[in-house]
């Protein structure tokens, strides 16, 4: 019996002033073309997250899309897609949380990478515990 409830994130769509550079920007990062129809649409995944790209005739945004994509090695990665062509509009920046890295596709689409560091996250909650705690 169908509740009403959203259940999860169907798919992800980026915009593209060119559907072939998008293409091939999306294969470079090692996203899985799953098909694409010419100059309508292509679609990718990444493990059980869809992403689709759509085309449009508007000029580029150069706007964050909100989406991060979780790498085990920043810096590897950094190194790698690099030597790809991969346009990085900030590079790695280690934060409490973890490494972050932008990259633009090319519409002007910029998304996250990120690699955490749960271990630092675990230091921070424990100290802030700490002092709530001497605070008392």
């Not at 019996?1 to 002033?17: C, D, F, P």
């Not at 790698?80 to 932008?102: Q, W």
Request: charged fraction near 30%.
């Amino acid at each position: 019996m169908s509740s009403g409830e959203i259940k999860k994130v169907g798919m992800l769509v980026l915009m593209q002033n060119d559907l072939n550079k998008g293409v091939e920007f999306y294969k470079k990062l090692g996203l899985t073309l799953k098909f694409q129809l010419k100059d309508k649409w292509a679609e990718f995944r990444l493990g059980d997250i869809k992403i689709g790209l759509c085309p449009t005739k508007a000029e580029p945004f150069n706007r964050h899309s909100g989406i991060v994509l979780e790498v085990d090695d920043l810096s590897k990665t950094f190194k790698n897609l690099h030597k790809k062509g991969i346009e990085f509009v900030r590079e790695p920046v280690e934060a409490t949380h973890g490494v972050m890295a932008s990259i633009k596709d090319p519409s002007g689409n910029i998304l996250d990478l990120y690699q955490p560091t749960p271990e630092k996250v675990a230091e921070l909650v424990k100290k802030v515990k700490q002092e709530e705690e001497k605070s008392k």
